[in-house]
């Protein structure tokens, strides 16, 4: 499973799915999280309702984890088949949690 989490930093989920800039991607498979790339999106951070450009840069992706995100950008993770997670903190802790969480779903 491929995990894109939104972050200025690499170190805090710490933006809305619209002003994405920033992607950190993971690989979570056999218990093992795995780094894989930092993406950057080309994002107008003046301009409003971008979360299709961010999902567009995830489309490999099966999850991406951001701050928040719209109802459009939901509609369309949808279509994609992606799932789009609202959490805030640091990345380690939002993707144990989120790998927790779906551990526990999957048993």
Same mark, same amino acid.
């Given at each position: ?9 690499? $170190? %805090?989920? *710490? !933006? ?5 800039? @920033? ?6 498979? =056999?218990? +093992? ?7 950057? $999106? %080309?994002? *107008? !951070? ?5 979360? @299709? ?6 489309? =490999?992706? +099966? ?28 990345? +380690? ?15």
């Amino acid at each position: 499973m491929k995990i894109a989490v939104v972050s200025s930093n690499g $170190v %805090d989920v *710490d !933006l809305h799915l619209g002003k994405g800039y @920033s992607l950190y991607v993971y690989d979570y498979g =056999d218990d +093992d999280l795995t780094f894989v790339e930092h993406r950057e $999106v %080309d994002i *107008d !951070l003046e301009s409003q309702h971008q979360g @299709s450009k961010v999902i567009k840069a995830c489309e =490999d992706c +099966d999850v991406i984890i951001a701050a928040q995100f719209g109802f459009k950008s939901k509609i369309k993770a949808d279509e994609l088949n992606i799932k789009l997670v609202s959490d805030e903190g640091s990345v +380690d802790e939002v993707l144990k949690a989120y790998i927790d969480h779906y551990n526990f779903m999957k048993n």
